[in-house]
């Protein structure tokens, strides 16, 4: 079988994209090489949004030194290698060089290896080797492959572990890549070390590399799972069996033969017209695209968790960029995410645009902005630069992916429809989940798209919010905007809570007199509502009881930060006197909401 194609010019593609123009030679060269460097620097200095949020200025402009002392010297493939390099130092997967080209004019050699059950195997290998696929990959030339990765860094741009393994994935059989990173030797032999023996290797020129006949470890599966990749294809449905169905989306991008909104109508349709108990959206193989593709079928998402059916994102190492922002829209919706950590970072940076170096050709993205999630998300909120880590764990395993089985799909066909995502009892309170609760509280009655600029509209809590604006329980803030995701200060916690009981004409017991005893005051706009609130026993005195957990972020919110205030919100005792008799309001049920995060512990945080 011919694999060569796939190690070789997709890999190296997909590493450092795309193509680039021939470097200048000559009694110039050092001169132009000179005016491409000083180029890309200045030019990330001046169009990336935070160029030093992760290396100090000092070592970019040693680093810039460094290459300079070089370029007399250096041939184009290494300076092209040290471009990137100084790339990297950035942190920024999405901000990187397009050199391509220039590494498939240079020998590559024949062998892959992947990820599997927490080590390297060997996917690759020519014939009189092949025995050796499915062992685990220790060392190249005796170098271990965690140090391997390490090297790597210093030269791809990527802002989490799962990102970097990828890219070093993908150029692991380059003999320029690991040449430049003191892995080997240029037109020497690599030894390739494996649990099963080692072998070694002689780099293959990149046109004659497609045709070698390459053993994979594909050739032995014993077949292939319906919920296989489907390379090329936008996006399709099918059910897998009676109870669920499956949505494969695999770009950020319309299908111009079936646009989205179309094939939204088909989903939606087909779910009417069968009995499931869960959907299962796969994003796994989703490299991102623009994340607003997706909104019609996260439109439908709310309505089939209102009526009970379990909905699935499924997420693993190639789920990145827009894809990461589709799967924690999801999350808002009322999904859970299942899968394996992701290479996309739920915050980082984005939105690219582009430069060319003006001798070498080599063309640059660069991010603009900084996407924090956290400010339109809920699910997003706290998270950092990090892979999305799904709550439910559930990795491919080497075996299953030889007997032709989806290890996540096969676990969520025998469990997910039972499954119960675990509650978040420390998750901060957010604007929007307050506003739903008392919507909910109120009866959950029917009420109008909130005007927002901010709100998404198949978040759980969009009808809550329109609600609570309507009504006057909540407004939002200047510039058009509600902050749903953000977590509730006291003052806004307060004040929504006063005018709730009176929107709904209950008549509270006040449990205490006199002026509130705070550990510090309350914003003066809010001091009414907080001491209403505080009559009503609705907030506690004093400090945080101990035991309490902080808020993510150092925000003045209901539950943690400053930790001297707090808001006891709806606890199971709290009770309003009505006319008709006593009402309780209790948030047993109503917190029990699904995050995708987590800290470095492995505990739930949002």
């Not at 190639?318 to 996309?344: C, R």
């Not at 004093?542 to 709806?570: D, M, N, Q, T, Y």
Request: proline share 6%; glycine share 10%; aromatic share 8%.
């Amino acid at each position: 079988m011919h694999i060569g194609t796939r190690l070789g010019a997709a890999g190296l593609a997909a590493a450092l994209l795309l193509p680039t123009g021939a470097l200048a030679a000559g009694p110039d060269q050092t001169q132009a090489r000179q005016e491409d460097l000083d180029t890309l620097y200045a030019a990330l200095q001046e169009h990336h949004p935070d160029l030093y949020a992760n290396t100090p200025q000092e070592a970019f402009e040693a680093k810039k030194a460094e290459i300079e002392g070089r370029l007399a010297e250096e041939s184009d493939v290494d300076f092209a290698l040290d471009l990137q390099s100084l790339v990297a130092l950035i942190g920024d997967s999405h901000t990187t060089t397009n050199i391509g080209s220039v590494l498939n004019s240079t020998g590559l050699y024949p062998f892959g290896a992947e990820w599997y059950d927490g080590s390297w195997v060997l996917t690759g290998a020519e014939e009189e080797d092949a025995a050796l696929l499915g062992q685990t990959v220790t060392a190249l030339n005796g170098v271990p492959m965690d140090e391997i990765c390490t090297r790597f860094g210093t030269l791809v741009s990527a802002d989490n572990p799962v990102k970097l393994r990828r890219q070093t994935e993908q150029l692991l059989y380059s003999e320029a890549c690991l040449d430049y990173l003191g892995i080997a030797e240029s037109g020497e032999p690599l030894e390739v070390t494996t649990s099963g023996g080692a072998f070694t290797v002689e780099a293959l020129p990149m046109e004659g590399f497609g045709d070698a006949a390459l053993s994979s470890l594909s050739q032995q599966r014993e077949s292939t799972p319906a919920t296989a990749y489907r390379k090329g294809t936008y996006y399709f449905a099918q059910s897998l069996d009676d109870t669920t169905y499956y949505i494969q989306f695999n770009q950020c991008m319309e299908d111009p033969k079936q646009p989205m909104d179309g094939f939204a109508a088909q989903v939606e349709a087909e779910l009417e017209a069968g009995d499931y108990r869960q959907v299962l959206l796969d994003l796994r193989n989703n490299g991102g695209g623009s994340d607003g593709v997706l909104v019609p079928i996260l439109m439908l998402v709310p309505g089939l968790v209102e009526e009970g059916v379990k909905v699935y994102g499924l997420v693993g190492e190639a789920t990145y960029s827009s894809a990461i922002i589709n799967a924690v829209e999801l999350v808002d919706a009322g999904g859970v995410l299942a899968g394996s950590p992701t290479s996309g970072s739920v915050n980082h940076f984005g939105s690219t645009g582009s430069f060319t170096l003006p001798n070498s050709g080599i063309r640059v993205s660069c991010s603009s902005k900084y996407i924090d999630l956290g400010t339109l998300l809920e699910a997003g909120l706290g998270a950092q630069v990090e892979p999305l880590v799904p709550t439910v764990r559930v990795e491919q395993t080497l075996d299953d992916y030889l007997a032709g089985r989806d290890t996540l799909v096969d676990w969520l066909l025998a469990n997910g429809a039972d499954y119960t995502a675990p509650e978040q009892p420390d998750a901060p309170l957010t604007r929007g989940r307050l506003a739903w609760m008392l919507w909910q509280a109120a009866g959950a009655p029917e009420a109008e798209p909130a005007p927002f600029s901010d709100l998404m509209p198949f978040a759980y809590y969009a009808p809550g919010v329109g609600w609570c604006d309507q009504t006057g329980v909540a407004n939002g803030v200047p510039g058009g905007a509600f902050r749903a995701s953000c977590a509730v200060t006291l003052e806004e916690a307060a004040q929504m809570l006063v005018r709730f009981v009176r929107q709904q004409g209950l008549t509270p017991a006040e449990v205490r007199s006199g002026a509130p005893v705070l550990a510090s005051d309350p914003a003066p706009w809010a001091s009414e509502s907080v001491a209403q609130a505080w009559r009503w026993g609705l907030v506690a005195e004093g400090p945080i009881p101990p035991g309490s957990s902080p808020a993510p972020r150092a925000r003045r919110c209901w539950h943690g930060s400053p930790p001297e205030r707090a808001v006891k919100f709806l606890e199971t005792a709290s009770t309003f006197s009505v006319p008709c008799g006593m009402i309780r309001i209790s948030t047993a049920g109503t917190l029990r909401r699904t995050y995708a995060l987590r800290n470095g512990k492995g505990d739930h945080v949002i």
